[in-house]
């Protein structure tokens, strides 16, 4: 079981870009030299900005719901895991349904791999490497009731798309958490949709 | 004599770099430790706690190290891929000698008697001075305090120097003359109690990772960060303030900033009076600096100037932090004065979140500068030209004060002689000139020249192929020792394996090379780092980096020990200047003017376009060990040149173009990387790589005249739109490697996205 | 077909299961001639089997009533149904070799899991092929006639040869279990002993769903190989206690296939299906992200997947009429989160708006170089 006052808290703003966070993902002793975090540039050409991504963990997981061989679970402590190797075959519907992007289907393997909080280090009492490792804590796992003290933003974990609403066990960092986040593709493009 | 003996392919081919890219027997191996050592990164001055994993004497990877208070487990990517340097395919096993077919393995025992008699043919026929020492600061204090023993007792040559003259002697020598000490004036625990934190010159979020928390949990607490950088870094793009300078400007900017903390009356006077001496001539210096002054000279609008001056001015606590942007320049000392200057004036020093530090750049910068293997320095940051303090280690010792040779030349300067003819032989031990030095043409030129040249390393670094006789050495994981921070804390190395075959820690090898000159008396008693240990605490007592309190056991039980720490009951001493209290002789910090200069080297018509250098976040200096590592170099395989778009579009560049760079040292070919995150009349090539791909092949030699540092940060090129088929072979095979390191994993997912 | 639609989601499993009981009750009364053929000391075994055979086709039904699944299963029997099966056929075959037989993407996931899984897999399937068909009475041997070093063997209640009872073919015969019990325990073992070294099972296993059908069949296993170790070398001692044993074992196992792990075995085959519906979605071509541009979903599985969200009223995730969550790439996905989140603290700057692309030397009041 993971601890549940412990937290998951992730500002993108204080992402440095080093890739720390894809290195020790492989290194943790679930994932074994497969990283299943993401670091992605947002868009290198305008500012050195980069966004990193671990699994949101969804009280209602979208991947699950799109898994035909129902190889996606959700633990009672609110980690969403892999996809059950015995049962994944593959598909990608998880891959292409999560609403962050988050989970990675390894080909050759027909597997779909993705964050599960590091399960064999924050089952035992760790942080998750990612977490642990990250050097300007843009991923920050702590007590929840310390994060008021640390940060100036405070947690959200309600996002909406469109009219769907996904609410998610890590949080994201922002100033207002009672709005939820929306997450509007307008904002990506150069003169909105 | 020192030419390569083979081409640069077949060298490759066998002594890499080759990637390593998994722990030994693969990822699915059974990960469970023998044991696990607590010991700290190699890479960089912060000098991060890691736990090492041992398994049949061999690192098979790393846990955090989260009780340990630096860092806390948080580590960049050098550090989490630290472990891959062992158990390496290039590694050296076996002493070598070069020969007209390569490399060749030898017999350790003819490769000493070589050693030593080629070292007395040259000494014999061209002096003492001819054979130079040229060592590093990623060794541990105690080899450093050992080279410099093992340099002027072993070999008597006054000719030794070391890398750190690359790094931070600027800021060394700015502190020295400002507040008769050399050392970060805080810990970085103070850094998170500032309103206003100003970074000038240091790309902190890639040289530095794990700073970058300590920054953003003060501006949780509502600091304002400023930022002063031509490039935007990933720290100055959430900055309260950007002040994208000129290169080689910054003293105008302190000036300017100086010039109107007095004009609008911010200056800390009570502290001024009590604890500073100097500043009615520093103010008189920056009479003229004025806001349109200052914009004038460093290209900054007059609004962001007075703005940076009014949130510095006001502020009740602040630290400053600075690095290699300011330092690498011929006014390197100058630049760091002038952002004492303003420490000073605001009287923000010495107490509870006023703090002020460069942030050291190299492993050991810190511990390493301060004990003896810089060209003008005894142990305990002493003077090799004052007389008390040459007494004091003579008796230390036990040599007499004819045995003990005088101010030596510094690196760059070893390197000309060395061109020049004057040195005949080197003992190169963990440098990579070749990479680091400015004018890497010629660097070559110069090792090409040597009559011998013994090399002390642990893979065959591109120095290291010029070598007559190659000496493996150990890793950092394969021997103990202390280190002392960017913090000014000293801290324990911690031996987690064996070295492989004939390899064996540098202090041994010292020890017995000084052993066959016949200068043993010196050096019999060191039989462990301890012992070397040992005698570094009594020659560093009474001096300003003063050890004498600190043990092994000390540093062990708390988590390492802030110098000067004069007694064992002594808890160390974090932060300095406590009370206005400095260390010249009348207790007083001095401001010291320091009058705008231009660069050595400025733009003009031929060569329009300023260059700076500088690194990134996956390589480490010379990259002899980050260019070896899998992970590493597929993150940033080769270098690049990074231009505006609207400077890019004026030479016809697009995204991955070649394009030729030149100076008045050489050219290059290199892919533009189009970013609007750098000035429009700027461009920039991180420096790891060697030969064509080498940055350093642009650079100048000249020199800072008190820290004599090179002007790595500011040159003036041209550059000229070319073919991709101009792109020089070693660029071509980088990239083969990082794409075979990639596709080598080969249930990697089909990543259309 | 009409009918089978306006069942409620429970009654379709439920029906489908009873057809497959039936089928197979049929199956077992033809081939045991009415059940002359049938061994009673196998009843036992015979009402498991039924038993699983309900509860897998009930789950199975209902597994692939779930959208997602109906999705892949839909699209497989139309390729099955249309005229393209005669060119999917070879290549399922030949995917069937890799997947289901090699099982080869088990071995680029582990090397040890592929050895442990093989010797697993094939134990089972071995054990289970000799021991099916003996108890429902599809295959007998007898003493042939009078004759005690004969034996005779019968299928579907005609005789198929006879061989002599110290022949190989003998030997062969009474041993193929010994040598699938023997398999499957060093599958198993080295199936605990990989899962132990590895920290990710460690934290993630649960008894009942991942070590409880590993016990099962090692006590499947060991029960079956100490009857014949009972038989030869301890003169039948305990022999009754031990098949008591080995028939609850393996109950036990035939009653827990429907809801454990075991089940992915008539999962698998999916894998297939799936293969060739990716190949045909690239056939037809991969569309382009809306926020990146880039391709990226291919364009059957874009619609499949559309449909989808819609039957799990996730189709309000429209970002305008034109422009669904699923149009955007999982990368761009990715950065519009830190977009919406950067949104919310403050807008973009550019301190270089005013700065000249060449730089003019640099005054020089104080020159050095002069």
């Not at chain 2, 300023?610 to 395989?637: A, D, K, M, N």
């Not at chain 3, 077992?28 to 009843?43: H, I, M, N, Q, Y």
Request: net charge neutral; glycine share 8%; proline share 6%.
């Amino acid at each position: 079981m993971v601890p549940q006052d412990y937290g998951f808290f992730i500002d993108p703003q204080r992402c440095i870009g080093c890739r720390s966070c894809v290195g020790a993902c492989a290194e943790c002793g679930t994932h074994r030299g497969r990283s299943m975090i993401h670091l992605d540039e947002m868009d290198r050409f305008d500012s050195p900005q980069t966004v990193p991504t671990v699994c949101m963990h969804c009280e209602d997981p979208i991947c699950a719901q799109v898994c035909p061989s129902d190889a996606i679970k959700r633990s009672e402590d609110g980690v969403v895991h892999a996809a059950q190797k015995p049962r994944c075959i593959g598909c990608q519907n998880c891959e292409l349904s999560c609403p962050f992007g988050v989970p990675i289907v390894f080909s050759g393997l027909e597997q779909m791999l993705k964050c599960d909080l590091c399960y064999d280090r924050t089952s035992v009492g760790h942080k998750p490497m990612c977490a642990t490792v990250c050097p300007s804590q843009a991923l920050l796992f702590v007590r929840k009731d310390e994060v008021a003290n640390m940060r100036h933003n405070k947690p959200l974990r309600d996002f909406l798309i469109g009219s769907v609403r996904v609410k998610t066990k890590n949080a994201i960092m922002v100033p207002d958490p009672d709005t939820p986040l929306h997450l509007d593709a307008a904002l990506l493009i150069d003169g909105g949709l | 004599m020192s030419t390569l003996p083979l081409s640069q392919d077949q060298l490759r081919a066998q002594f890499g770099p080759h990637l390593n890219l998994a722990p030994p027997g693969g990822w699915l191996s059974d990960p469970t430790p023998d044991k696990v050592v607590e010991t700290h990164c190699c890479f960089c001055g912060q000098q991060c706690g890691i736990k090492l994993k041992v398994k049949d004497n061999k690192v098979i990877g790393f846990d955090p190290w989260e009780e340990f208070p630096f860092n806390q487990g948080k580590l960049c990517p050098k550090g989490v891929k630290r472990y891959l340097q062992g158990n390496h395919p290039d590694r050296l096993t076996k002493a070598m000698k070069r020969t007209e077919h390569g490399f060749e393995p030898m017999d350790w025992n003819e490769a000493m008697d070589r050693t030593v008699s080629e070292i007395q043919r040259i000494q014999k026929e061209h002096g003492k001075d001819a054979f130079a020492v040229l060592s590093g600061v990623s060794l541990t204090n105690e080899k450093s305090y050992l080279a410099g023993k093992f340099a002027r007792l072993g070999l008597q040559t006054k000719n030794l120097d070391y890398n750190g003259r690359l790094c931070m002697v600027s800021a060394g020598a700015g502190n020295k003359k400002a507040f008769g000490v050399d050392r970060a004036a805080n810990s970085w625990a103070d850094i998170e109690l500032a309103e206003v934190i100003w970074v000038a010159g240091s790309n902190v979020a890639e040289c530095s990772p794990i700073t970058t928390d300590y920054i953003w949990r003060a501006r949780d607490r509502g600091a304002l960060l400023i930022v002063v950088d031509p490039r935007i870094t990933p720290l100055a793009r959430t900055a309260d303030l950007v002040l994208p300078l000129k290169p080689g400007t910054d003293t105008a900017l302190t000036n300017g900033i100086l010039h109107l903390l007095n004009k609008w009356k911010l200056i800390d006077w009570d502290f001024v009076n009590a604890h500073t001496s100097g500043f009615e001539q520093a103010v008189e210096a920056v009479k003229d600096c004025t806001p349109e002054w200052t914009s004038q000279v460093t290209g900054l609008p007059v609004e962001a100037i007075e703005k940076a001056a009014r949130i510095w001015g006001e502020a009740r606590t602040s630290f400053l932090l600075h690095a290699r942007g300011i330092e690498h320049q011929s006014k390197g000392v100058e630049n760091v004065l002038g952002c004492i200057n303003m420490v000073l004036a605001t009287g923000r020093i010495g107490r509870p979140g006023c703090g002020y530090g460069t942030i050291t750049g190299q492993g050991n910068g810190q511990g390493g500068r301060e004990h003896g293997h810089k060209c003008d320095q005894l142990p305990g940051n002493r003077d090799i030209s004052n007389p008390e303090h040459r007494k004091y280690i003579c008796s230390v010792w036990g040599c007499t004060d004819d045995e003990l040779p005088g101010v030596g030349q510094s690196a760059q300067e070893i390197m000309n002689a060395i061109h020049a003819g004057e040195i005949k032989g080197l003992l190169l031990l963990c440098f990579n000139p070749l990479v680091s030095l400015p004018d890497s043409q010629f660097t070559r030129e110069a090792l090409s020249k040597l009559e011998f040249f013994v090399c002390l390393d642990f893979f065959l670094s591109e120095s290291a192929q010029h070598a007559d006789i190659v000496l493996p050495s150990a890793l950092h994981e394969e021997d103990e020792g202390t280190t002392t921070s960017a913090e000014g804390r000293v801290i324990k190395i911690n031996k987690a394996v064996d070295c492989p075959g004939d390899a064996r820690p540098d202090w041994q090898i010292m020890v017995e090379l000084a052993r066959r000159l016949g200068r043993g008396k010196y050096f019999d008693h060191f039989t462990s780092p301890e012992a070397i240990f040992n005698e570094l605490r009594v020659a560093s007592k009474g001096g300003t980096a003063d050890y004498a309190g600190i043990t092994y056991e000390k540093i062990v039980k708390n988590m390492g020990v802030f110098w000067p720490c004069p007694t064992e009951d002594h808890p160390g001493t974090p932060r300095l200047f406590e009370g206005g209290q400095f260390f010249h002789p009348d207790g007083k910090a001095k401001f010291i003017p320091t009058p705008w200069r231009p660069p050595m080297e400025v733009v003009d018509d031929e060569y329009p376009i300023w260059l700076t250098s500088g690194r990134v976040v996956f390589h480490y200096l010379s990259g002899t060990q980050t260019r070896r590592i899998g992970f590493l170099v597929e993150q940033c395989p080769h270098p690049y040149l990074e231009i505006h778009p609207r400077l890019a579009e004026k030479y016809g560049l697009a995204e991955g173009d070649a394009v030729e760079i030149t100076s008045r040292r050489g050219s290059m070919v290199l892919p533009a990387k189009v970013v609007k995150t750098i000035r429009p009349d700027t461009v920039f090539i991180p420096y790891h790589w060697a030969g064509a791909l080498s940055a350093n092949r642009l650079t100048a030699r000249h020199l800072d005249p008190v820290s004599k540092i090179p002007e790595f940060k500011v040159s003036a090129v041209r550059l000229k739109k070319t073919t991709k088929d101009q792109f020089s072979p070693e660029l071509a095979e980088l990239q083969r490697m990082a794409f075979e390191a990639r596709s080598n994993q080969t249930d990697m997912p089909e990543r259309v996205f | 077909m009409s009918l089978l639609a306006e069942l409620d989601l429970e009654a379709r499993p439920l029906l489908g299961a009873a057809l497959a009981t039936l089928a197979l009750g049929v199956a077992v009364a033809l081939g045991s001639r009415g059940g002359r053929w049938l061994d009673p000391a196998l009843l036992g075994y015979l009402l498991a089997t039924l038993f699983a055979c309900f509860g897998v086709a009930y789950r199975y039904v209902s597994w692939i009533e779930r959208p997602a699944t109906r999705m892949y299963f839909r699209h497989t029997l139309r390729t099955l149904l249309s005229p393209r099966v005669f060119r999917a056929l070879p290549k399922m075959a030949l995917l069937a070799l890799d997947q289901i037989l090699l099982q080869r993407f088990i071995e680029k996931r582990s090397i040890k899991r592929w050895g442990a899984h093989a010797l697993l897999a094939w134990g089972c399937l071995l054990g289970f092929a000799v021991t099916i068909p003996l108890v429902f009475g599809w295959v007998r041997f007898t003493s042939e006639g009078l004759d005690a070093t004969r034996y005779q063997a019968w299928v579907l209640g005609f005789p198929a040869g006879s061989f002599p009872l110290d022949s190989f073919i003998a030997f062969c015969s009474f041993h193929i279990l010994d040598l699938a019990a023997a398999m499957v325990i060093a599958g198993c073992v080295l199936s605990l002993i990989r899962r132990k070294q590895d920290e990710g099972d460690t934290a993630t296993q649960r008894f009942d769903l991942d070590l409880l059908p590993l016990v099962l069949l090692i006590a499947v296993s060991m029960t079956g190989l100490m009857l014949t170790a009972s038989e030869k070398w301890l003169q039948g001692r305990n022999f009754a206690t031990l098949a008591f044993l080995h028939e609850l074992t393996v109950i036990l196992l035939l009653l827990g296939l429907p809801f454990g792990k075991l089940f992915h075995v008539v999962q698998r085959p999916a894998q297939l299906g799936v293969t060739i519906y990716k190949a045909e979605g690239e056939a037809e071509g991969r569309l382009a992200c809306k926020g990146c541009g880039a391709p990226f979903i291919r364009a059957n599985q874009r619609r499949d997947l559309g449909e989808l969200w819609k039957v799990l009223e996730l189709d309000g995730a429209r970002h305008s009429a034109s422009v669904h969550h699923l149009d955007l790439c999982p990368r761009c996905k990715r950065r519009l989160v830190a977009k919406a989140q950067g949104d919310r603290l403050h807008g973009a700057f550019d301190p270089f708006a005013t700065i000249p692309v060449h730089a003019e030397p640099i005054p020089d009041p104080t020159s050095l170089k002069a």
